[in-house]
């Protein structure tokens, strides 16, 4: 077997391996976001808990809405503004 034959060979095996991990870890994930499911669904105050939820997750839409959505100022802009800045300085 060549190098270039086993270094494929090692590239196929540890993709396959990768796979399974991600496959494995997917798996664990699944069944322990059921296992909480499953939980909040035998508590009492699961409206409660379902609207604090809600109100939380607004808020965070609220941040992210903020944070992305005011545009700066054009980069044009703010050198003109301390030119003029600058002009007024200078006393002309």
């Known amino acids: 077997m060549t190098q270039e034959a086993r270094r494929r060979t090692g590239l196929d095996e540890q ?3 990768l796979v399974a991990g991600v496959a494995d870890l997917a798996v664990s994930t699944l069944g322990t ?3 909480t499911v499953r939980g909040l669904l035998r508590r009492s105050d699961t409206a ?4 604090q939820a809600e109100h939380d997750l607004m808020a965070r839409g609220r941040l992210v809405l903020d944070r992305y959505a005011t545009v700066p100022p054009a980069h044009l802009e703010v050198l003109a503004r301390h030119a003029l800045a600058r002009r007024s300085a ?3």
């Not at 409660?48 to 609207?51: G, K, M, N, R």
């Open 33 to 35: 976001a059921l296992s």
């Open 48 to 51: 409660e808990l379902a609207a």
């Open 15 to 17: 993709a396959v391996l």
């Open 90 to 92: 200078d006393g002309g």
